[in-house]
């Protein structure tokens, strides 16, 4: 099992920036990539960013130059710098862990929610 706790979520202006965190722990073996998903009310969550462990990122098109995964392994931790805040980033965020047997996002966090006032 995975454990995963989100941090540094909050309420920002317009243009603002936000880091969150993710401290992972448990079988850190048995993951591969990890990630940062978001969900507003009433919709699916959907991808943000995820970073392999070899450090190959990928991203969301709406979030694309703003925002920058990283990654930690030797501390077990996942980043997410949100820059350029916009009102349409406001959502709950929650970092994601890839299982290396299933090759699905199985390890999930409790969630942060991040508020961009207009």
């Known amino acids: 099992q995975v454990q995963l706790v989100e941090s540094g979520g909050g309420l920002v202006q317009t243009g603002g920036s936000l880091r969150l965190s993710c401290s992972a722990s448990?079988?850190?073996?048995?993951?591969?990539?990890m990630g940062w998903f978001r969900q507003t009310p009433g919709n699916k969550r959907e991808l943000v960013a995820t970073?392999?462990?070899?450090?190959?990122?990928k991203y969301a098109d709406s979030v694309r130059g703003r925002f920058a995964i990283s990654r930690d392994n030797t501390k077990n931790m996942v980043y997410l710098q949100m820059d350029s805040l916009k009102p349409d980033d406001t959502a709950e965020y929650y970092c994601?862990?890839?299982?290396?047997?299933?090759?699905?996002?199985?390890?999930w966090g409790q969630g942060t929610q991040v508020t961009v006032s207009s």
């Open positions: 994601a862990a890839e299982s290396s047997s299933t090759w699905r996002y199985d390890y």
């Open positions: 970073i392999t462990l070899g450090g190959i990122t």
């Open positions: 448990g079988s850190m073996f048995s993951i591969n990539a």
